[in-house]
DNA sequence: ATATGAAAGTTAAACGTTTTCCTAACTCTG
DNA sequence: CAGAGTTAGGAAAACGTTTAACTTTCATAT
């Protein structure tokens, strides 16, 4: 590989202006400028990142750190903070735990899995990060990384349990209001609601945002109406089934895999779903536009929360205040066959 | 950030020393090893890479560049080097060309997607990785990457064009030919086909599974019943029909998406798959265990082809001659009630 | 003619490591 | 006790940059 040193013997020059002109920093005479410019070519040469930073202290990079690769939307994210570093050009690296594929979904061993985080900040660390992204959905653990106060750390998709680590999210409230809202301009009056799990976030904001739409349509929430799943797809098809005999119009699964169930459920009777029951489900999973009919529901701004963590993470970086808040994106709200009636 | 040096006059010792301790080279006695691994552990010594790598001039570090993160299946991939990586005790970085999302799947330019992987690759020297597995399936941009002689390259989920560079695919042709075997051994003997549009080596290689397989078992290959479709779910749709019309009792598709379609077609008209028909995909998507019935089908094996790209990797930055053919692995065949009927 | 200052370059130190070579002290061996 | 070998440790150079401080040159203003 080619070095600055090389250049200036070639160009005659010292390596001092060879550094100048590379950078365009200082005055050099625009002949010299255009040798040395072309013999760096000619010797094809590219700078030595690990010279560079470790000479100027800094090393415009980001570390991301993703519980998983592939579980989860992380690939989506990932491109948004990819983006945006791009954009300003920023660096990343990106640090992959596999905790899922380690530990299955039980997490059977915490004392690993932050044994885990932390060797991947300290690597990141080393790699002189100005900065990490945390992607992931398990605040016990992000917690654990704000002992390590030196770098900056931003939360994309999970709510850091630590007041200083600015995260990004998005705004499942909303999104359930403008769901359920759907549903309301429709004339639904009875809609049934199949929750995730009770323990989870998730739940408790879908719930709110359904509860406060129907209010603000002046429908009074009957909570006879609502049933709690597992997120599973037969829960949906259990669930469906109390909820028909109850008499709804409509349904909102707090995911769409439950919503597929309910679909699964309504086909076997012969529920012409659309027309006689309208549908929707939450997340724009594969499978919601996959399914006949196609799911109504709510994408999280995937790619945007990744990009909005990069931002937020830049501004920081550039001497900023965090946001106070946590940054909320809204979800986009797809409506399909399951709300519209077959394909026109 | 504590370095090497303050550990050296913390614990009075010189820097080599130091150095020594936290290499384990050299001899040092036990009583100052202990103290300056204690010194270092107060101080929260985390080495910087970057001296590290400039000084030794080796960065252990791969790079990864993939065409888009978010399309094909390169999550899995990248995990899988990741996997190997870490065990390796290698370091990777990513670069992600978000090259659909640019310029869709049209390509419209040619010069400056080149241009795009050349940066990538120009960056990833910067960073003095010591070779590059390329994930994507654009053979004419891998063939621009080989120009750069410098760094070890090897291809994953695509062949390169370039001899020299070694190449980790999954053996289409042997799953074809295993799953055309289910269909044998359930007895059919008119077996309908849908390929991939014909300029895809894929669909080359997946009908001669297909035919092989017939072959081996003493069934004549009919060409009547092969129709060519365009990876689209409507296209299945469209030719099951035919196939149906032409008498088959099962049908391969050359992916899960067009399988979904004969689905489409079996379903609207009350055809019983799994029994009345045996129906096969290929790829495994997410589709495939989520419609109904489940599909049979071939999963190309993602997570190994990146372990073995970055293993590959490895045993040539270790010295060791490539591979002299590609590297070949087998897809899991995946049998579901489209082939076995009803779940039991 | 002299002072001022900008322009064009150079010198050399520094970033945090690793590593080669060196020295001193000790322990054997015969 | 001399020589050899081993152990423990240190001094200093080097990796490829950046950058502060400096020098030289030359145009311009007084």
Redesign the pocket.
């Given at each position: 590989?080619?070095?600055?040193?090389e250049i200036?013997e070639k160009a005659?020059?010292?390596?001092?202006?060879?550094?100048?002109v590379?950078?365009g920093?200082?005055?050099?005479?625009?002949?010299?400028?255009q040798t040395v410019l072309q013999v760096a070519r000619q010797l094809n040469?590219?700078?030595?990142l690990?010279?560079?930073n470790?000479?100027?202290?800094q090393s415009r990079t980001i570390g991301i750190i993703t519980e998983d690769l592939t579980v989860f939307n992380a690939p989506e994210i990932v491109d948004g903070i990819a983006a945006a570093c791009d954009e300003a050009g920023y660096h990343y690296i990106l640090g992959n735990l596999r905790f899922y594929k380690r530990y299955g979904n039980g997490q059977k061993d915490l004392k690993e899995s932050n044994a885990l985080v932390h060797a991947a900040v300290n690597g990141m660390l080393s790699k002189q990060v100005d900065g990490i992204i945390y992607i992931g959905c398990h605040s016990h653990i992000v917690v654990s990384l704000s002992e390590h106060t030196e770098p900056k750390f931003v939360c994309a998709y999970c709510i850091s349990k630590d007041e200083n680590i600015p995260s990004v999210i998005y705004n499942d409230e909303k999104a359930a209001y403008d769901l359920t809202e759907i549903l309301l301009n429709y004339g639904d009056r009875r809609i049934g609601m199949i929750t995730g799990p009770l323990d989870s976030s998730h739940t408790a904001n879908r719930t709110r945002g359904h509860q406060r739409a129907l209010f603000d349509h002046g429908v009074p929430y009957d909570p006879c109406l609502t049933f709690v799943g597992d997120w599973e797809r037969d829960s949906g098809y259990a669930l469906a089934e109390k909820l028909i005999a109850a008499g709804v119009t409509a349904i909102f699964a707090h995911n769409d895999l439950m919503a597929v169930g309910v679909l699964d459920y309504c086909n076997e009777k012969r529920i012409n779903v659309g027309r006689d029951l309208r549908l929707i489900g939450f997340d724009d999973r594969e499978v919601a536009s996959v399914c006949r009919p196609r799911l109504s529901t709510a994408a999280p701004p995937l790619f945007e929360i990744g990009q909005a963590a990069a931002r937020e993470m830049l501004s920081i970086l550039a001497g900023n205040k965090a946001s106070e808040q946590n940054i909320m994106l809204d979800c986009s709200i797809i409506e399909r066959e399951s709300t519209l009636g077959s394909k026109p």
């Open positions: 590989m080619a070095t600055i040193r200036s005659n020059v010292s390596i001092a202006t060879v550094s100048k590379l950078n920093k200082g005055s050099v005479n625009e002949k010299t400028r040469y590219r700078p030595n690990n010279a560079r470790l000479k100027s202290g």
